[in-house]
């Protein structure tokens, strides 16, 4: 009896246990399905308000710590040449010698290997600097006043993201100086749905922080406002014109990649 009165006991305890945790747990998903929005009922609790659903403020917070700004974007530093990087695949042309000539592959450290002088660093240059590189250490040891001619046959290491309502919407190398027209146009235009007065360039910066930057196109077509230039890495989304606010559209088509962190 004694024994029959312990494990009753037992089993009421661990009823109330369970029940516990799973009380526990549904709290758990609760809330985090509601951090997970949280920022979304946020953007649009007052824009609800005044009859304007998804309105946007000056520098608003996305997931992650995303900031979607108004501001426009940071000027870029340099020219409009491609810099080389890992992976690209180089054609080597060296005139009249055919034995040195070739396709080469930019290896992970950023170097290129050639006949006779081995390794040649070419990580951040542009195809004419490479070039003149070349010839240099040809020159050096081997041929006297060598031509040398060396351009990018695969764009490899510098892509940008076009996503959304593209009408194809994808990963795209950047061959040069490239402006947003320019990277829509590689994904052939917008679709009819687009709202091409709010879309979105997502840039992180050195520090890895990520800035959503808001563009009108329809303002750059007409010459009202500068095309801005894509750099590596961005990513341009552009969200549906109409239906849902215009932050829940963004963060749908931002679900789409791998987790906003990646970002």
């Not at 520090?207 to 341009?236: C, F, M, N, S, W």
Request: proline share 3%; glycine share 10%.
């Amino acid at each position: 009896m004694v024994r029959y009165r312990v494990q009753k006991k037992l089993i009421r305890l661990i009823i109330i246990l369970q029940c516990v945790l799973i009380g526990a747990a549904s709290t758990l998903v609760s809330a985090g399905e509601k951090l997970d929005d949280a920022w979304l009922n946020t953007a649009t609790s007052d824009a609800s308000s005044t009859g304007q659903r998804g309105a946007l403020k000056k520098n608003q917070v996305l997931a992650n710590n995303i900031v979607l700004s108004t501001d426009p974007l940071p000027e870029v530093k340099g020219g409009g040449d491609y810099n080389i990087g890992a992976h690209d695949l180089l054609t080597v042309k060296v005139f009249q010698a055919a034995e040195l000539s070739g396709d080469v592959r930019v290896d992970f450290l950023g170097a290129i290997h050639l006949p006779l002088i081995g390794a040649v660093k070419v990580r951040g240059l542009t195809p004419t600097q490479v070039s003149w590189l070349v010839a240099k250490k040809y020159g050096e040891k081997y041929l006297q006043n060598p031509q040398v001619t060396v351009f990018v046959k695969e764009y490899t290491s510098q892509r940008v993201i076009v996503s959304g309502f593209v009408v194809k919407p994808g990963v795209y190398p950047l061959e040069g100086y490239t402006t947003l027209l320019e990277a829509i146009a590689k994904a052939e235009g917008l679709k009819r749905l687009a709202d091409m007065e709010k879309i979105v360039i997502f840039r992180s910066n050195e520090q890895h922080k990520v800035t959503g930057y808001l563009v009108d196109l329809k303002k750059v077509q007409e010459g009202l406002a500068a095309d801005p230039t894509i750099i590596a890495g961005d990513r341009i989304v552009v969200p549906q014109s109409g239906g849902r606010s215009f932050i829940e559209n963004v963060t749908n088509i931002l679900r789409g990649f791998v987790g906003f962190g990646t970002l």
